[in-house]
């Protein structure tokens, strides 16, 4: 796939949310973290579960739910939903070497069997990137980061163990129809608990 064309589909600018942790621009990344190991990772345009693999070869998609349910606040604000609206969300973990990796949500709106994500639905415990590296004319856009999200699944909360956790977000979008993909990096430096503590 060529490289996805930035853009900004939405128009949904880094905004602090109900919950008081903010998304941020690509500028702020330094700020959030002075990682350079967990930066490279946080900047990757191609795809995690093919980095993961080279690193630990067993790496697989733990499927957590999918279902059609209200997204988070943060994520319909993101999309421009309304509050309560359903989207199609599925959640999952990225597992290698026995360990958490990755923890990743989709978020697809106004869900039907004619959006052009409907096959979505039928990855089970395939990665989304094989789906996605794969199509053509895709439209990406901008990063933003956030430290420390609420998400609703323990382990990609801060931890003893891994107290600040960096997660990522884009918008993917194809045929005018938008996909949010988010992803939280959790333990991606063996055997170091936490690849994202400072140095």
Do not use: K
Not at 172 to 182: D, E, I, K, Q, S
Request: hydrophobic fraction near 40%.
């Amino acid at each position: 796939m060529n490289e996805p064309r930035l853009t900004h589909p939405l128009d949904a600018p880094p905004a602090a949310t109900e919950v008081g942790f903010l998304w941020s621009a690509l500028s702020e990344l330094p700020r959030l973290t002075a990682n350079a190991e967990l930066q490279s990772w946080a900047l990757e345009r191609g795809s995690l579960t093919r980095r993961l693999r080279q690193h630990w070869p067993d790496t697989r998609v733990q499927v957590i739910s999918e279902s059609l349910t209200p997204p988070l606040p943060h994520e319909a604000q993101a999309l421009g939903l309304a509050t309560g609206e359903a989207a199609w969300v599925r959640s999952v973990c990225l597992i290698g070497g026995d360990q958490a990796r990755i923890y990743a949500r989709t978020v697809i709106p106004r869900w039907n069997a004619q959006n052009p994500w409907a096959e979505v639905q039928r990855l089970g415990d395939q990665p989304l990137g094989e789906l996605l590296f794969t199509l053509p004319d895709l439209e990406r856009s901008p990063f933003e980061w956030a430290l420390n999200a609420p998400w609703p699944e323990a382990m990609a909360r801060p931890s003893a163990a891994c107290p600040e956790v960096l997660a990522r977000r884009c918008t993917f979008v194809r045929g005018h129809a938008p996909l949010l993909l988010t992803e939280a990096f959790l333990q991606l430096q063996a055997p170091t608990p936490c690849a994202n503590s400072s140095d």
